[in-house]
């Protein structure tokens, strides 16, 4: 029905705080200058993010977001973290590309903004920054009314990274090479909207409980656990040209991922056993009634990354993930025979 | 309330539909090839988007989103003109760095994917990308149920330039140089929060009533109308280092927006009389009852982008877009003796 009485309707009024912007972009600048490098050269406010690159060079770009773990994070009221998924997610895809991290930019669109929320999203996408040697040289914040409810809000994030490393991927994989897992950190950035209708709709949990078999800790800790960048465990691998294909095992999880590192006529084969799941994927499991290959499809389950190596780099490979702190998972292996991805075990 | 019946939980049944985005992304492919470049060297279903760079280069980025221009797109079911606003804006922002377009991501993120709606969304910024002369190398599309309403979704951008021309920007401008408005294509992709609710809330109007003063277009037809590219017109002017700073006026308008080019101890005069502004900033200016200032921070009011010249480059700047079939407006000058935009005439 048209609102027919003749009175002003403001920016304002239509939903939009500008004086709420502004006092964000103050408090944002310094988290911008947080993450700066030596070649990110531009200036806080100007059109566009400048970024000085040295040498004739190839560059690596993805885009990406968090899926609806950004709802669990309003739910919990916990905004520091999903920024930082989201620079990690970010820079192990294009570590698959063999790329190093240059520079980051975000997009956060929310329907109020509200600039302590909106703050600690970035004071979360710059600490992955910082810790990923990347710098943040640009982005966006949108409120967008109408779209976004209330307390809603999604996240975006675009890298580049330089080819460093030669990561040959699919054309470097050949039958006999070895698949080396890594752990994940918990979901990571996947599955979130079947784990929110699992544990919030089905048993009905909330943020604040403890969560079904932990000792310590909460749901929304389980839920919001940082996705892992695995640029520092495997840097030294890399560096030495021990690295045939990295898998990064989101959305699709093992069976999807892999599949897009297998060149045709050859087979993967998983040894789901060769890991112990963690207890997380075990009661998401149980609560939706999966089981089996769709299981591995929905989450990652306990594994966030393949490594591809050619079995006389393997042992070099597990020593420097090893020496990094991180466990490594010998999990299978590539033969002919057969197409796509087998998951022994489950 | 909890659900307690044990039947199982699919991913389709947590309102992920897979099935939609694996037949989406054979759509996908077609259109990213379409806007290959020579240097876009990557290949589709990768983890991250190659692009080689030739030489030492310094690079521009920005992020950005049609904010709820997205709306009114899925109020009219148009869906695959918003990508090219998104382009188009994105070209423009880092055009006012000096840099030509190289490659572009986008992110579009809905409640419930539709493969149609996300094709025509994507073909829109593949066009954008033709257009422009860019290469889109990357994306990711992300089914977000409770985040994003059915038939609802958001899009972002990001594109990356390379610095390829000299424009000063706020170091460059001094007192005597002229502003030389460039017409926009209607709202661009600003506004539109009050403008939805002027025209749809307080006017009562449909996205396929006619136009309030136009004898042959529907509401949806002016809101919708492509955010311009000022790449071509302005690439002569730029080649010949005639530009001192380019003001794109988006969020802000051209007070907001002109600030960003003005050095400090310097005042920017806007003659707002210098142009007759188009017939739907009328109608909106009128619905919402608001003027003066206020309007001119809200909307573009018909001039798109501002270039600064040197008094002496004026004709040339002039001529140059004028030969692309783009009027030019004298706008406005800098001087000293005040700060901030002072805008004449209203």
Same mark, same amino acid.
Not at 40 to 46: C, L, N, T
Not at 248 to 256: A, R, W
């Given at each position: 029905m048209p609102d027919s009485d003749g009175s002003r309707i403001s920016y304002g009024d239509a939903g939009v705080d500008l004086r709420a912007a502004e006092d964000l972009t103050g408090r944002l600048k310094a988290l911008v200058a947080s993450t700066r490098t030596a070649d *990110? !050269? $531009? +200036?806080? @406010?100007?059109f566009g993010g400048r970024f000085r690159l040295p040498a004739a060079t190839e560059l690596v770009a993805s885009a990406d977001g968090v899926g609806t773990k950004v709802l669990v994070a309003a739910m919990a009221g &916990? %905004? !520091?973290? #999903?920024? +930082? !998924?989201? &620079?990690n997610h970010c820079v192990n895809d294009i570590l698959a590309e063999g790329a190093e991290p240059l520079f980051f930019l975000d997009y956060y669109a929310c329907g109020e903004l509200e600039p302590d929320v909106a703050e600690a999203v970035v004071a979360g996408v710059a600490r992955g920054c910082r810790i990923n040697g990347c710098a943040l040289i640009g982005g966006e914040t949108a409120e967008m009314p109408g779209i976004y409810e209330p307390g809603h809000y999604d996240l975006a994030g675009f890298i580049v990274g330089r080819r460093a490393w030669e990561v040959p991927g699919k054309r470097g994989v050949t039958a006999g090479a070895r698949l080396l897992g890594l752990p994940s950190s918990g979901l990571h950035t996947n599955g979130y909207s079947l784990a929110r209708k699992v544990l919030f709709d089905r048993m009905g949990l909330a943020p604040d409980d403890p969560f079904p078999g932990e000792l310590d800790a909460r749901v929304a800790d389980v839920l919001l656990k940082v996705h892992r960048s695995y640029l520092a465990p495997l840097r030294p691998a890399l560096a030495a040209g021990a690295v045939r294909?990295? *898998? %990064?095992?989101? $959305?699709? $999880?093992?069976? /999807?991922n892999l599949l897009r590192v297998l060149p045709e006529g050859l087979e993967a084969v998983v040894d789901t056993t060769a890991w112990t799941v963690p207890n997380e994927f075990r009661v998401l499991a149980d609560g939706a009634g999966l089981e089996g290959r769709e299981l591995y499809e929905a989450f990652n389950? /306990? &594994?966030g990354l393949i490594v591809v190596v050619a079995p006389d780099r393997l042992a070099e490979v597990k020593d420097? &993930? *090893?020496a990094s702190g991180l466990a490594t998972? !010998?999990? @299978?292996? #590539?033969?002919t025979g057969g197409e796509g991805v087998q998951l022994d075990g489950v």
């Open positions: *990110a !050269d $531009g +200036e806080f @406010g100007s &916990v %905004h !520091d973290t #999903v920024g +930082e !998924d989201l &620079v294909a990295l *898998a %990064h095992i989101t $959305g699709g $999880g093992i069976p /999807g389950m /306990g &594994v420097t &993930v *090893a998972i !010998d999990c @299978g292996y #590539v033969r």
